[in-house]
């Protein structure tokens, strides 16, 4: 197992740095979070094992699960949809939170933390119906509105885009993201840095990463065959 995984992360990295380069950017300004959504603990070790430091999970329970082995040896990152009554579970685990789309939530986090979390704002750049995140319209007002929250710092915006080979409308969406980041960034926030962007999946993060992602979410590439 360890030697597929081990490739398949070759494989990836390798991509990586073909779209880094292509962008002119360095992948050394590229975070690849391993998804380990689908995986077993083992899988998840293997990851850590073949030089992957973050880690990304969608569940409560898987990453309570996994982070219950694991410890303190990697760097997790929650990506999913997180209902509010849940966040006390989350203290002492996470790193970085990349959904946050509601001052509902934003407001329990910063009961239960005692010190700044990295936040992505989930933003809904496609507009579908089926995706959570915030109107692109309203990211600025709402980002602005937490800055009454010590123990929230906006790191950056996070998107999912739509499931489609439509490379010019993915592109679209990406890059829709990269400015309205830029616009948040330039009004320099103490609360809101604003610098990253999540984005970019196993079927489309190539060309997030030409649109300028810092974070790219990858599963099934890394775990194929396995």
Same mark, same amino acid.
């Given at each position: 197992?360890?030697?597929?995984?081990?490739?398949?992360?070759?494989?990836?990295?390798?991509?990586?740095?073909?779209?880094?380069?292509?962008?002119?950017?360095?992948?050394?300004?590229?975070?690849?979070?391993?998804?380990?959504?689908?995986?077993? +603990?083992? #899988?998840?070790?293997?990851?850590? /094992? $073949?030089?992957?430091?973050?880690?990304?999970? =969608?569940?409560?329970?898987?990453? %309570?699960?996994?982070?219950?082995?694991?410890?303190?040896?990697?760097?997790?990152?929650?990506?999913?949809?997180?209902?509010?009554?849940?966040?006390?579970?989350?203290?002492?685990?996470?790193?970085?939170?990349?959904?946050?789309?509601?001052?509902?939530?934003?407001?329990?986090?910063?009961?239960?933390?005692?010190?700044?979390?990295?936040?992505? +704002?989930? #933003?809904?750049?496609?507009?579908? /119906? $089926?995706?959570?995140?915030?109107?692109?319209? =309203?990211?600025?007002?709402?980002? %602005?509105?937490?800055?009454?929250?010590?123990?929230?710092?906006?790191?950056?915006?996070?998107?999912?885009?739509?499931?489609?080979?439509?490379?010019?409308?993915?592109?679209?969406?990406?890059?829709?993201?990269?400015?309205?980041?830029?616009?948040?960034?330039?009004?320099?926030?103490?609360?809101?840095?604003?610098?990253?962007?999540?984005?970019?999946?196993?079927?489309?993060?190539?060309?997030?990463?030409?649109?300028?992602?810092?974070?790219?979410?990858?599963?099934?590439?890394?775990?194929?065959?396995?």
């Amino acid at each position: 197992m360890i030697n597929t995984i081990q490739d398949n992360v070759a494989s990836v990295q390798t991509r990586i740095h073909h779209a880094a380069e292509r962008a002119g950017r360095s992948i050394e300004d590229v975070t690849l979070i391993a998804v380990t959504k689908y995986t077993t +603990v083992d #899988v998840a070790k293997a990851l850590l /094992q $073949s030089d992957l430091a973050d880690l990304g999970e =969608n569940r409560l329970e898987g990453l %309570q699960e996994k982070s219950a082995v694991i410890g303190n040896g990697a760097k997790w990152h929650f990506i999913g949809s997180l209902q509010s009554r849940k966040v006390a579970s989350l203290v002492g685990i996470i790193d970085m939170l990349h959904s946050l789309d509601r001052a509902s939530l934003a407001k329990e986090i910063n009961k239960r933390w005692e010190s700044p979390l990295p936040c992505f +704002v989930q #933003v809904n750049v496609s507009g579908e /119906q $089926s995706k959570q995140g915030i109107d692109p319209d =309203n990211v600025t007002s709402f980002i %602005q509105e937490l800055a009454v929250y010590e123990n929230i710092q906006i790191v950056g915006l996070m998107t999912m885009a739509p499931l489609t080979k439509d490379e010019n409308h993915l592109r679209h969406c990406f890059r829709s993201l990269r400015q309205l980041r830029d616009e948040v960034a330039k009004k320099a926030w103490s609360h809101a840095p604003c610098s990253y962007l999540s984005m970019g999946m196993s079927n489309d993060f190539e060309i997030a990463i030409e649109e300028g992602a810092t974070h790219v979410r990858i599963g099934s590439l890394l775990t194929e065959g396995v």
